[in-house]
């Protein structure tokens, strides 16, 4: 099986896979950059459905804080680098 990339969409996947590791850093690091933001900001930023799926199937976790759903920015943004190569339209050829 072959991988196609164009180069714009490589450096495209290599930013975001530095962003994502300079933001897991800061957490480690310093708890002021673990920053809660409510479902319904989740909602807006990334699709009521996709924040849906990603609790149901555990792949971010929601926090309960003074009786409402928290989630963790950081968390998200991560997520949807990571599930969702999908929208960068890779193309993959099947070689025999």
């Not at 969409?9 to 673990?34: F, P, S, W």
């Not at 900001?41 to 003074?66: C, F, H, N, P």
């Amino acid at each position: 099986m072959e991988l196609t990339l164009k180069l714009n969409l490589l450096e495209k996947i290599i930013i975001d896979c530095i962003q994502i590791g300079y933001d897991k850093a800061m957490e480690d690091h310093n708890e002021d950059t673990k920053v809660e933001v409510s479902k319904n900001w989740a909602y807006k930023k990334y699709g009521r459905k996709t924040v849906d799926s990603w609790i149901k199937y555990k792949i971010i976790k929601v926090l309960l804080r003074e009786g409402q759903d928290r989630l963790n920015r950081h968390e998200l943004y991560k997520t949807h680098k990571v599930y969702n190569w999908h929208i960068h339209m890779i193309q993959m050829k099947g070689k025999r």
